[in-house]
């Protein structure tokens, strides 16, 4: 059997690491895992729920009463994150969620939470997962770590497009603002801020297509197998 490997991607907000983590798994045949859609369904909760994320006995409370997992949807031909049973993979894409979900992220019992979860999904390797710490705090040891950047200026752009689709109401300053706001908070927090790991390799796709970055990851990963 072929050697099964943990890659992790790691990076800004919106510069493509969904894109290519996806992409690389599919490939290899390998799980891709969406720890960012984990911190998002928690905070989807919070909200719904009332939840003082600043209150530690309430949020732990809260984190007992609930379950986050992917399943796949055939239709989609995606893994979807499910809520206590529910579908939320849409909702969670939501600028409300956007706007909340890097306080929430920065909470260290929920990062706790999140991360034995990611932890323990990764137990039997092939798997491909992106977020900010996965190279530094969820897998350290892991074979293959990218630290993924691209100019602001592009990323602003290309989420745009994507919320854009969903609501024309959104405007450019929006999306902006709120990149910039998180990159800031993820980078900037007490615990496992975002960084790249000592040994990630830097992958900037300011000027790269997806098939030239794919490319590129791919034959990282190829040597290692
Ligand atoms: O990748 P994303 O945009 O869906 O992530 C949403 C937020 O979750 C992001 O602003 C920071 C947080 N996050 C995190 O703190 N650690 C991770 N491993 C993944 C995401």
């Known amino acids: 059997m072929a050697k099964k490997i943990i890659i992790t991607i790691d990076g800004w907000s919106?510069?493509?690491?969904?894109?290519?983590?996806?992409?690389?798994a599919k490939v290899l045949g390998y799980v891709y895992i969406d720890s960012g859609a984990m911190y998002r369904a928690i905070t989807l909760y919070f909200l719904r729920n009332h939840v003082d994320w600043n209150?530690?006995?309430?949020?732990?409370?809260?984190?007992?009463?609930?379950?986050?997992e992917f399943q796949f949807n055939p239709a989609s031909q995606q893994s979807e994150m499910f809520l206590n049973g529910e579908n939320v993979e849409y909702l969670i894409r939501d600028l409300v969620i956007a706007e909340k979900v890097s306080d929430v992220a920065a909470i260290g019992e929920v990062r706790t939470f999140a991360v034995a979860a990611q932890q323990a999904m990764g137990k039997k390797k092939g798997i491909v997962?992106?977020?900010?710490?996965?190279?530094?705090?969820?897998?350290?040891?892991?074979?293959?770590?990218?630290?993924?950047?691209?100019?602001?200026a592009v990323r602003v752009e290309r989420r745009f497009k994507e919320f854009y689709e969903k609501n024309p109401n959104v405007t450019l300053e929006e999306v902006k603002a709120n990149l910039e706001m998180r990159d800031y908070i993820d980078s900037h927090r007490e615990i496992s801020p975002l960084r790249k790991a000592a040994d990630a390799i830097e992958l900037d796709n300011t000027h790269i297509d997806r098939a030239g970055q794919l490319d590129i990851a791919l034959k990282l990963a190829k040597a290692l197998l």
């Open 14 to 24: 919106s510069c493509g690491k969904s894109t290519l983590a996806k992409q690389m």
């Open 55 to 68: 209150d530690v006995p309430q949020v732990i409370d809260a984190l007992q009463n609930i379950s986050i």
């Open 129 to 152: 997962m992106d977020g900010r710490d996965i190279g530094t705090t969820v897998f350290p040891d892991a074979e293959l770590k990218i630290f993924m950047t691209a100019d602001s």
